[in-house]
């Protein structure tokens, strides 16, 4: 695998960071003064309206559309013991039991964005449209989290596309369709409090991952290099030079190592195909590539406990490719079922799970892949 210097850790500059309050308008200076974003707020309860808006999303990096009668691609979350999994149905988020694959419990709430459990396992961030739902696996509505707005015009995205939780879970990343990304402070049993809002707008966002120790988001898209972030500052601290294409998804590994995957570019022909390409940015600053996944980009990007197995889907793609970090050994999986969005490693390592538009929930224990009960 090749490797190479990461050039970008010369100071960009700040970039716009807005700080949340419970009410009226937030503006910032930066790139754009006259930009403004809705405040955020943290209320008690479910009090947000649960409309479903259709489109073509489902979240995440992947652009598949919602099979009603089945999960949304971009949406699976496995929880802290591994006993349980929550992904997005037609009528909103379902959980299931690992052991038997079969429905736990349906919360009916019409919400089919990103899904995120909380380290502790007591709450499910639940995205909607524009808002987030904190609820109990039992599915009661403790904390509705506002401010997101409109989707991006042209953008194909209609619901939040990521979230992330600090390891201590104390923070919750959330990055919207309208192409910003908020941070969520002090979560717990007393809410939350509204934070600062990252203008990644100019980067088309689709993708964004929490750094082991919480002070770094990553944040990648379609129109530029991937985004390094000061937590702590809100800030922009540096950006990933070498990435080839445009980078569609991001996650970190436990030692610190961040993982960009990126899609084909349009010059890419029949005559002449281009490989979507996959990437390891370590902590010393040095830029490996890995090996090239299936597909024309990468939708879907899953690390193993111990950071060592990095598995990756491309968009549409049934098969899902295995890169052993340590070995360096490459290992394609059986097709699954169906055509992959978002994948998740069980707590333990043994078992990675998947979410098909077509086939609902899927896993595998490294010989075959089972279905779950479907929703």
């Known amino acids: 695998m090749s490797r190479r210097r990461f050039l970008g850790l010369a100071g960009v500059g700040s970039a716009l960071a807005l700080l949340g309050a419970c009410d009226g308008t937030e503006e910032g200076t930066g790139m754009d003064p ?7 707020a943290c209320q008690e309860g479910a009090v947000a309206a649960r409309t479903d808006p259709g489109g073509s999303d489902g979240g995440g990096a992947s652009r598949t559309g919602v099979d ?5 691609p971009g949406a699976l979350a496995v929880s802290p013991d591994g006993t349980q999994l929550a992904a997005a149905a037609a009528t909103g988020t379902t959980l ?3 052991a038997g694959g079969s429905v736990s419990a349906r919360f009916e709430n019409a919400l089919t964005g990103a899904l995120a459990w909380h380290p502790g396992g007591s709450l499910l961030a639940v995205g909607g449209s524009e808002h987030i739902e904190l609820t ?9 989290l506002t401010g997101h707005g409109e989707p991006l015009p042209d953008s194909g995205r209609r619901r939040l596309q990521d979230l992330a939780f600090s390891a201590d879970g104390e923070l919750l990343a959330s990055l919207g369709a309208d192409g910003t990304v908020r941070l969520w402070r002090g979560i717990g049993e007393a809410g939350c409090t509204p934070g600062e809002v990252l203008d990644t707008t100019a980067l088309r966002p689709l993708s964004i991952a929490l750094s082991p120790d919480g002070r770094t988001l990553a944040v990648c898209g379609a129109e530029g290099a991937p985004q390094l972030w000061d937590v702590e500052e809100s800030t922009l601290s540096s950006e990933v030079d070498g990435v080839e294409f445009a980078p569609r998804a991001v996650a970190y590994a436990s030692d610190g190592t961040l ?4 899609g084909i570019p349009d010059t890419s022909t029949a005559g002449s195909p281009e490989r979507a390409r996959l990437y390891a940015l370590g902590t010393d600053g040095t830029l490996e590539r890995g090996p090239d996944p299936e597909g024309l980009d990468v939708s879907s990007i899953a690390v193993d406990p111990e950071g060592t197995r990095i598995a990756v889907v491309g968009r549409s793609e049934r098969r899902v490719m295995i890169w052993d970090r340590g070995t360096g050994d490459r290992e394609d999986l059986p097709d699954a079922p169906g055509s992959l969005g978002r994948l998740a490693w069980s ?10 538009p077509s086939h609902g929930v899927v896993s595998i224990d490294g010989t075959a892949w089972t279905a779950f009960d479907l929703p």
Do not use: F, Y
């Not at 006259?34 to 955020?40: E, L, N, S, V």
């Not at 009603?68 to 949304?72: E, H, I, L, R």
């Not at 707590?347 to 979410?355: A, K």
């Open 34 to 40: 006259d930009t403004t974003h809705a405040a955020g």
């Open 68 to 72: 009603p009668s089945v999960v949304a």
């Open 96 to 98: 299931w039991s690992t």
């Open 136 to 144: 109990t696996p039992e599915g009661e509505v403790r904390w509705t």
């Open 259 to 262: 993982l960009i995957g990126s």
């Open 347 to 356: 707590p333990d390592g043994t078992t990675l799970h998947g979410v098909s």
